[in-house]
């Protein structure tokens, strides 16, 4: 009999030629976000490109303060686009780093994946120079600041006014502004360039093994290995999309609940700061973007004989050092051994570039501007990097013990969490971003407390449903059929509801602070959407494959 459920999809993939795509095949075990990071961060990119196209209809760069304003006041649910393409640009900042730290520890920058690593280190540069201009873009107190450091930083260059003459112009806002403007767009299209070498790349030899199957480098599946995996098209194309979905809801979940809260640290509010030319501007300290942070601390560091280094030496120690060290890792680590125990130096180094990252914003965030001498810095950086030596010396002698007993080859299948978990995740999600938004609405002490304990309840929650989805599930006691069914009826509760909230969604007025609440609608309706398509992948191909 002819399965006429399938017609569309057959009829798609034969005039798409979807089954000869050149993409790699994906074996069961690797449906966990964890394989999938450089995804998310490509989903974050994806979205702020397209909102970022949105804002340029209405962006002016003869009054962009003004302009700005405008836009979030005047344009409908224009404070939901331009808040939203701010956090699309956190997002793909902080996964690029969760993504390249990832890597990193799984010794992702071995051969034959050298090339692949080196572009992503450019991808990550270009990414915070895109999000520097674009953060200077508004013309608030913060991004005019932060082109005034931007410049002192170029000047201190050789030929330093032509490069600054370049970037910045003759100093008119009009002239700056539209050079921002332009080097904004130059560099997310040199993003997208490198983006399609770097996907590419990564695509020649697929994702990664897990090191129980290839403890070692080169880290790739056979030929023969690989044709017995799943193909691209549909159930990889499912499995991104839910991901994709999932990424774009909560960049427009979080800005947007965020703008109304009252009080929030200034590097967090999806806000402009005030005009340079406000009397309130006096006020507000000169933070960089919080991305930056590590950086501006750095540049308050003095010489052992008190002086301060010069512009230059900031930018040789919190940038240029660090990015030289990641371009030539895969040339300076030529072990073969991928656990981050095998290779124990390379892991410490990697565990002090996240403690420094983080302790230098933080520091920069608790004491921006103050001049710090040497005495302090050795108080601040020795004793985590002794600590960090101890810790993965230590860790390691117990890891060469247990070496043997380790390497099994029996690999845990990725089933995922039961479709009940799921379920009470996205029911306790959505109770937590009402309340929320009640709380904000009407703000009372017990609203508020209610808002905070599901917030927390579901956090928590979070993190079971991570730890089992990544666990290891006992399938031969599982009643798989039942785990379908479930799933498919989820699957069309979830649809119900999304169907009710878009209508909902119309309901909120267009301009005006309540306009976020409909960034907060759409952001929990592609959240939904996003689980039901994983509750889909689960349901056909996940528990299906192990019938
Ligand atoms: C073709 C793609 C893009 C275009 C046309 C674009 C355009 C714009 C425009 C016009 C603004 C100024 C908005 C205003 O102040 O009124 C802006 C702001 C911004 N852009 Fe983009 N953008 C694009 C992609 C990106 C990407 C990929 C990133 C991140 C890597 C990014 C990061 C930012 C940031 C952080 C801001 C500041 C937003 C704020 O502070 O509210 N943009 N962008
Ligand atoms: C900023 C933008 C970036 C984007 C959009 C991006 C995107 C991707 C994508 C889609 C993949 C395919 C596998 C996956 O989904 O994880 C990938 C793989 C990879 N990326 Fe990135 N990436 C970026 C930055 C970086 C950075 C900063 C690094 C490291 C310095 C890096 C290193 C790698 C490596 C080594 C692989 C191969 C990993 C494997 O085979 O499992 N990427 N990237």
Known sequence: MVDTSNRFSNWLRDRLGLDELPFFRTPDYMYKANYWLGALVASAFVYAVVSGLILLLYYNPADPYDQTQYIINSVPYGSVVLFSHLYAAYAMILLAYVHMFRNYFVGAYKAPRELVWLAGVLLLVLTMGASFVGYSLVGDVLGVDAVGVGEGILGSFPGGSVLNALFFGNGTT?????????????????????????FFMAERYGIMPTRRVKPTAPAVYTKEEESKFNPWWPRNFVYMMSLMLMTWGLILIVPNVLANVNGLPLLLNPHPAPSPSSPQAASVPAYPPWFFLFFYKIADFLMPNGAPYPPFGALLVAVLIPMVYLLLLPFLDRGKELHPFGRKFWTWVGVMLITYL???SVWGYLAPGVPEPFTDQVKVLLPPAVIAAIGVYAMGRTWSRRKVSLESPVLPKGTGPSPVTAFGLVVLGM???????????????PGGAAAVALVLAFAAFARGFWRRSSGNTNQETVNRKARITLAETVMAVLFVVAVVLAFNMWTV??????????????GALLLMLGEALSLYHYANYAVKASI
Do not use: K
Not at 437 to 443: E, K, T, V
Not at 509 to 521: A, C, E, I, M
């Open 358 to 360: 983080v302790e230098m």
């Open 509 to 522: 007025p267009s301009t005006g602070p309540q306009s976020s609440l409909f960034g907060v609608d759409l």
């Open 431 to 445: 109770l937590a971003v009402g309340t929320v938004g009640l709380a904000i609405n009407d703000p009372t002490v």
């Open 174 to 198: 009009q002239d700056t502004f539209t050079r921002l403007l332009a080097w904004h767009i130059i560099l997310v299209a040199l993003i997208g360039l490198l983006f399609g070498l770097h």
